[in-house]
């Protein structure tokens, strides 16, 4: 089956410092992907939406230069979260669509912890 | 836009079934999905049926759809310890790639 990983699985950084997030499929091409934040005991909240080549499409209200995103390559997507404050403290989750089906396969999410 | 909405909490004894709800409003032809999460992990995709289908079955999983009321069920049959978890409905248009989420039921098996 279609399997998408996330590295890594849970980091601890400092107030100020910048974090990066990978998202990869790893059995299939993924043109577009998608950014997820998850806060305790909520749904998922879509982020953006990672297109390979091109400039990501931010939702409204989610600040493209805070939470910047590359998808430089059909299998691999980063997020990097700059200059990382404690309310940024979340579960991020990304999701890949396999070209072939359009379906959409989630990664096992990245626990971010900023003190 | 699309509204997804779900009731938060389900407790069943183990053997038992389960049945989780969920209403949504797009109008436009749309796939729905049923995902489930464990602690601390991502999404696990579980079913989905197209809104020109009634029902899906698949081994314990059944999923039924009022197209008239815009009422998407889940069944789990004999349900067991292993799936208690918090189950999520989504919605997609079939002209877009965004899933809309409903805000998830946690279901709680009891011995």
């Known amino acids: 089956g279609a399997v998408v990983s996330q590295h890594p699985s849970w980091v601890i950084c400092k107030s100020g410092t910048s974090v990066k997030i990978e998202c990869r499929s790893l059995?299939?091409?993924?043109?577009?992907m998608f950014w997820y934040r998850q806060f305790p005991k909520q749904s998922l909240m879509l982020m953006a939406t990672?297109?390979?080549?091109?400039?990501?499409?931010?939702e409204q209200g989610v600040e493209k230069d805070k939470f910047l995103i590359n998808h430089a390559s059909l299998t691999l997507s980063t997020l990097t979260v700059t200059s990382a404050h404690p309310e940024d403290s979340s579960f991020y989750i990304c999701?890949?669509?396999?070209?072939?089906?359009?379906?959409?396969?989630f990664g096992p999410g990245t626990r971010l912890t900023v003190l | 836009g699309e509204d997804v909405e779900q009731s938060l909490f389900l407790s069943v004894r183990e053997g038992d079934s389960s049945v989780i709800n969920c209403t949504y409003t797009?109008?436009?032809?749309?796939?729905l999905y049923w995902y489930k999460q464990e602690p601390g992990a991502g999404l696990q995709l579980l079913t989905y049926i197209f809104s020109n289908m009634d029902m899906k079955q698949d081994q314990r999983l059944t999923v039924l759809l009022n197209k008239k009321d815009k009422h998407l069920s889940l069944r789990i049959a004999d349900t067991q310890t292993g799936d208690s978890a918090i189950y999520f409905c989504?919605?997609?248009?079939?002209?877009?790639?965004?899933?809309?989420f409903g805000a998830g039921t946690t279901v709680t098996v009891r011995a």
């Open positions: 989504a919605e997609r248009p079939s002209n877009d790639y965004k899933l809309s």
């Open positions: 999701s890949a669509r396999d070209q072939a089906n359009n379906e959409q396969f």
């Open positions: 797009d109008s436009s032809s749309t796939y």
């Open positions: 059995d299939f091409q993924a043109t577009t």
């Open positions: 990672s297109n390979e080549g091109s400039k990501a499409t931010y």
